[in-house]
């Protein structure tokens, strides 16, 4: 591998950023399980709501599938080589629960458990830290087919699978995250069914965002009991900054619905024990099956929170109604703005707001960005290397935001980018790339983007410098 540390890729600005972050901040990467293992049939694994979805005609861009993906099932020895040439000092991945209990409880897989062995022993010699995701939304099909995440007892079939897992990886692993955005799982899912498993209904989303709560809560300390003393558990959310368009009250009003939609339905609940004040009433919903404890239990202590940060949220006041929570209008695209492959608005100070907010409004004694990127037309000539200007920029001035955040007293531990390779981007199929590294995918060839060594390089610049 050529030297992939090329800092010259770095301006003396970058060199500076690099210097501003304190000494034991994490640089890392980030993938999940359905979207760059492939291998969809070896080895014991069993279907997933996302294998279901994926061949149900319409629902995939294209019919594309995670059936192979970037394969990595397959080259665990290569990935794990390209991530220690980038200089990663952390990983995270997310395990697939299919893989480990094919039927989503009961018989062990003990072959799946062995690839993520695999992994994990890979990683460690390598000095790269595993980040464990344990679930990124790979539901097992036979718990849907129970009815899913609105049953209650997925929740605590969850905490068993969890459980299995700690059990195996819990001498070597010691970053855990229960959840990848339990929003996307409840409201993409269960709501608006853009997502496996395709359900359309919102009183649905609330009732799955409940116990998937629920099942982040009895997992935390399941997981501390297989897990060395020192070991930390998180969970991670979507999350955006909200801002408002002008001044005028409709404007304020929907500020307040938009965050409590997009950001406070697991904020609270998670870090404070209690739901948003009105927030079922501003859906025009019934409250989900809460029961007594519940509550205590999605809110037991966490060490850190995982945030997962694209863009911001740019509302302007309905006049003519009062929107439910789900129904906020956004400020339609800023001709002097930048967007994403995805139509995110790029607009770095959106992280940094946010951290800042989540430092003064919660708790928090740890926060993780555990996601942060973006899609951009990468193309490969088939020989060099993939030029991508355009992420560059937004990782220099969202990594820029960062420092800043720290500066002003957020508790910012580590960042990991999105996505350590182009992947399976959910409804959206291989069509949108968030990797730093491309992914040839006829011949499945790794080829690091302009972003992947530049971000080799700042990682470079600040273990020098440390
Ligand atoms: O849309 C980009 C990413 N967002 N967070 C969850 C990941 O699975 C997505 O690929």
Request: hydrophobic residues 40%; glycine residues 10%; contains cysteine.
């Given at each position: ?12 600005a ?6 501003a ?6 640089w890392g990467a ?10 969809a049939?070896?080895?014991?694994r069993?279907s997933?709501?996302?294998d ?6 319409g ?10 993906a970037?394969?990595h099932?397959?080259?665990l020895?290569?990935d794990?080589?390209?991530m220690s040439?980038?200089?990663?000092g952390a990983y995270?991945?997310?395990i697939?629960?299919p893989r480990?209990l094919p039927e989503?409880r009961?018989?062990i897989?003990n072959?799946g458990?062995d690839?993520?062995?695999?992994l994990?022993?890979?990683l460690l010699a390598k000095?790269?830290?595993p980040?464990?995701t344990l679930y990124?939304?790979?539901?097992p099909s036979?718990l849907?087919?129970?009815g899913g995440w ?7 079939a ?12 819990g001498d070597?692993v010691t970053?855990w ?10 409201y993409l899912?269960?709501?608006i069914g ?9 009183q649905?989303a ?7 709560m ?7 300390p399941r997981?501390?009991?297989h897990?060395?003393?020192n070991s930390?558990?998180?969970i ?6 909200v801002y408002?368009n ?7 009003r929907?500020?307040a619905?938009a965050?409590?939609f997009?950001n406070?339905?697991f904020l609270d ?5 209690h739901y948003t004040e009105g927030?079922?009433?501003?859906l025009g919903?019934n ?6 404890g519940d509550l205590?239990t999605i ?5 850190f ?10 509302v ?7 929107p439910?929570?789900d129904?906020?209008?956004?400020v ?14 790029v607009?770095?100070?959106g992280?940094?707001?946010?951290l800042?907010r989540l430092t003064?409004?919660?708790?928090v004694?740890k926060?993780?960005v555990?996601e942060?990127g973006?899609a951009?037309?990468?193309?490969w000539n ?17 990594i820029?935001?960062?420092a800043?955040?720290?500066q002003?007293?957020?508790?910012l531990?580590?960042?990991f980018?999105?996505?350590?390779m ?7 199929g291989?069509?949108k790339r968030f ?5 040839d995918y006829?011949?499945?060839?790794r ?9 080799a390089?700042l990682l470079?610049a600040f273990n020098q410098?440390h």
């Open positions: 591998m050529q030297d992939i540390h090329n800092m010259s890729q770095l301006t003396s970058d060199l500076e950023l690099a210097r972050f304190p000494e034991g901040f994490l980030a993938t999940a399980s359905y979207q760059i293992e492939g291998g049939f070896e080895d014991g069993g997933s709501i996302w279901d979805f994926s061949a149900t005609p629902k995939v861009f294209q019919g594309e599938n995670g059936n192979v970037a394969d099932y397959h080259r020895a290569e794990t080589e390209l040439s980038l200089g990663l995270r991945f997310s697939a629960w480990i989503g009961g018989a897989n072959a458990l690839f993520y062995d695999r994990v022993d890979g000095g790269i830290t980040y464990v990124h939304w790979d539901l036979p849907q087919q129970e609105v049953k209650r007892e997925t929740a605590f969850y905490a068993d699978f969890a459980e299995v897992v700690a059990k195996r990886l070597r970053n995250i229960t959840l990848n955005e339990p929003w996307c799982s409840a899912g269960y709501g853009i997502h496996a498993p395709g359900v359309q209904d919102r649905a609330l009732d799955a965002g409940h116990h998937l629920l099942g982040h809560g009895l997992a935390v997981i501390r009991a897990s060395a003393p930390q558990v998180g991670t959310l979507n999350l955006a900054h408002a002008d001044e005028r009250p409709e404007t304020q929907d500020v619905l965050d409590a997009s406070r339905w609940p998670i870090l404070r024990g927030f079922f009433e501003q919903l409250a989900p099956p809460v029961q007594d205590a809110s037991t202590p966490i060490d929170l995982g945030v997962n940060n694209y863009t911001r949220l740019l302007k006041g309905n006049t003519e109604r009062i439910l929570a129904q906020v209008s956004l339609a695209p800023i001709p002097s703005a930048c967007y994403t492959e995805m139509g995110w608005e607009y770095p100070n992280l940094r707001d946010l800042l003064k409004d919660y708790a004694s926060l993780y555990t942060n973006a951009f037309k990468d193309a088939g020989n060099g290397h993939v030029s991508d200007p355009r992420r560059v920029d937004y990782l220099r001035t969202h820029a935001g960062l800043e955040a720290i002003q007293g957020a508790p531990r580590g960042y980018v999105w996505s350590l182009d992947n399976f981007e959910w409804a959206e291989y069509s990797g730093i590294v491309y992914i006829p011949t499945q060839k080829v690091v983007k302009e972003s992947g060594y530049w971000y390089g470079k410098a």
